[in-house]
């Protein structure tokens, strides 16, 4: 018998147990489309949602995703059926704009591709790729997930001196533990082991080539990801993740990888801002005017700060993008939701027009 306990179960998602002994709590370990892999206490299996949660495609949200705990109706011949799925400590998600369809408009969705980790390692490449950009964008849905972020400065084996790298990091991650590591050389790799721990999961954050799958096997100690060549030219590396997967270490530890997690979108990040850029918003609270739009207002304590050079332009650059992208998701969230209403009543009218013989 397997002890969820060791699979990261505990007393928060306990509460949401059924008294009804036909269904056994579980954790999705791999997402495969309609298909889920299952760990629960008699071992590693199959599952398929119920018809009634296929059925609500207004509520993506609640799919089951990889980390996720259930509850299944499990099934001794074959697949077990998935009943429901329990709260959530932590997610990361995406606006899903494939979209499920209500009269000629799709809907946006939230998708969400990992579930209930504990801490968040946000990747970056000493190599070419090495973007600021790109690491706060990672910072900011980091914050908003609920796990704890980590920033992860890897192959520090190609470089001489990365002091410039990691004091960029450090103006724009103020308390996150940033840590250089090289899996070729096993450097700094002891410095992670703080977060290797029995029962705890992680999810790892960063673009192809970064050394994601390198770092899982060096963490191993043995393969247990394939990895995959870069190109010397650009720095650019192939995806070696296919589908979600939630991966157990020997020493206990569990490590979530996906490929959505390339891809992920800014779904209501507006804590998640808060938190990636505390030390823009705290400079909002001392400007003169409480409606500045730090432009060209006298006394702008933003304005002063860029150029004092205490803040950085582009970091405020990046502020402002990320804003306008969240807005533009909400506002695009919006215009569709009222879209879908105006025709849901056309095509209800359009019903009792035809149903009343052309008769209204």
Not at 132 to 145: D, F, G, H, K
């Amino acid at each position: 018998m397997i002890d969820l306990i060791n699979y990261g179960y505990k007393q928060f998602y306990m509460e949401e147990e059924n008294d009804n002994s036909d269904f056994i709590p579980a954790r999705v370990t791999e997402v495969h489309r309609e298909l889920y892999k299952i760990i629960s206490q008699y071992g590693e299996g199959n599952a398929r949602l119920k018809g009634s949660m296929l059925k609500n495609v207004e509520f993506t949200e609640k799919f089951p995703a990889v980390g996720d705990f259930i509850l299944i109706k499990y099934n001794t011949q074959g697949d077990s059926i998935i009943t429901k799925v329990l709260k959530r400590t932590s997610i990361f998600s995406r606006p899903d704009y494939s979209g499920h369809g209500v009269g000629y408009v799709k809907t946006i969705l939230e998708q969400v591709v990992a579930a209930n980790f504990d801490y968040v390692f946000i990747m970056a490449s000493l190599n070419y790729d090495f973007n600021m950009n790109r690491i706060q964008r990672y910072l900011t849905v980091a914050w908003q997930s609920g796990g704890v972020p980590v920033i992860v400065l890897t192959k520090a084996d190609l470089l001489e001196d990365y002091t410039e790298q990691v004091s960029l990091v450090q103006k724009c991650a103020v308390g996150v533990d940033i840590v250089v590591v090289s899996a070729v050389t096993g450097f700094g790799l002891n410095r992670l082991a703080s977060y290797m721990k029995p029962a705890k999961t992680l999810v790892f954050l960063g673009s192809s080539g970064v050394g994601k799958s390198s770092l899982v096997n060096a963490l191993a100690g043995e393969e247990v990801m394939l990895v995959n060549t870069i190109r010397e030219g650009d720095s650019k590396g192939r995806h070696t993740t296919t589908h979600r997967q939630l991966i157990m270490l020997t020493n206990g530890t569990m490590i979530i990888d996906t490929p959505g997690m390339r891809e992920l979108g800014m779904w209501d990040i507006a804590e998640g801002l808060g938190e990636a850029f505390s030390d823009i918003e705290d400079l909002f609270t001392r400007c003169k005017f409480a409606n500045c739009t730090h432009k060209s207002e006298p006394r702008c304590a933003v304005l002063e700060a860029i150029d004092n050079q205490t803040l950085e332009r582009s970091r405020w650059e990046t502020y402002l993008q990320l804003k306008r992208e969240a807005k533009f998701t909400d506002d695009k969230a919006g215009y569709l939701k009222e879209k879908t209403t105006f025709y849901k009543k056309i095509n209800k009218d359009m019903n009792n027009y035809c149903k009343s013989g052309g008769k209204y």
